[in-house]
Antibody
Framework: QVQLQESGPGLVKPSETLSLTCTVSGGSVSGGSYYWSWIRQPPGKGLEWIGYIYYSGSTNYNPSLKSRVTISLDTSKNQFSLKLSSVTAADTAVYYCARGYGTSRFMDVWGRGTTVTVSS | DIQMTQSPSSLSASVGDRVTITCRAS??????LNWYQQKPGKAPKLLIYAASTLQSGVPSRFSGSGSGTDFTLTISSLQPEDFATYYCQQSYSTPFTFGPGTKVDIK
């Protein structure tokens, strides 16, 4: 059974870069037809899709964040990562990694989420 | 971007009630519509994908219908563990977008 686990700093200073990693167990990030995604949820608010990286390495980002986001794949560690630059308080949120699947690209496996606070 | 709306934003219901939540897309998304359940402090859980396909392990009291722009999630007989927030999400085109959520609580 595939499981995802987010990790990274819980506190980031304004203007710095937020870096998170999602470790995949029970499956391979280089397996076919999977989209490895990041989603966030500000406190008390709804869900926002950040972007995904396909198993082949191609990426797709939310235009609202595109200039600041990089998602990458590390097949040797079976991980994928998120970098969000120039953060502000508005980037404070719970960050989830998730697996998207197939032509419908629904997200069927999610990590537990990690809280990131942007504050000096 | 495709905008997703949901109604109602919240509802109060009793155990055993039939509950229906509506989701509308700002343009046609065919059947690329997914439903998630989220409980406080937990990650979203996939319930329904492709508008009407029940995810493995999800109780059959959950069902989804619709295509194009209008979709519904129905819980045929509400159980205590179903009190949660429900989100629809379109995966027709990027950026993927979610509805604002419908909170189901106890009457």
């Amino acid at each position: 059974q595939v499981q995802l686990q987010e990790s990274g700093p819980g506190l980031v200073k304004p203007s710095e870069t937020l870096s998170l990693t999602c470790t995949v167990s029970g499956g391979s990030v280089s397996g076919g037809s999977y989209y490895w995604s990041w989603i966030r949820q500000p406190p008390g608010k709804g869900l926002e899709w950040i972007g995904y990286i396909y198993y082949s390495g191609s990426t797709n980002y939310n235009p609202s964040l595109k200039s600041r986001v990089t998602i990458s794949l590390d097949t040797s560690k079976n991980q994928f990562s998120l970098k969000l630059s120039s953060v502000t308080a508005a980037d404070t949120a719970v960050y989830y990694c998730a697996r998207g699947y197939g032509t419908s690209r629904f997200m069927d496996v999610w990590g537990r989420g990690t809280t990131v606070t942007v504050s000096s | 971007d495709i905008q997703m709306t949901q109604s109602p934003s919240s509802l109060s219901a009793s155990v055993g009630d039939r509950v229906t939540i509506t989701c509308r897309a700002s343009q046609s998304i065919s059947s690329y519509l997914n439903w998630y359940q989220q409980k406080p402090g937990k990650a979203p859980k996939l319930l329904i994908y492709a508008a009407s396909t029940l995810q493995s392990g999800v109780p059959s009291r959950f069902s989804g219908s619709g295509s194009g722009t209008d979709f519904t999630l129905t819980i045929s007989s509400l159980q205590p563990e179903d009190f949660a927030t429900y989100y629809c999400q379109q995966s027709y085109s990027t950026p993927f977008t979610f509805g604002p959520g419908t909170k189901v609580d106890i009457k």
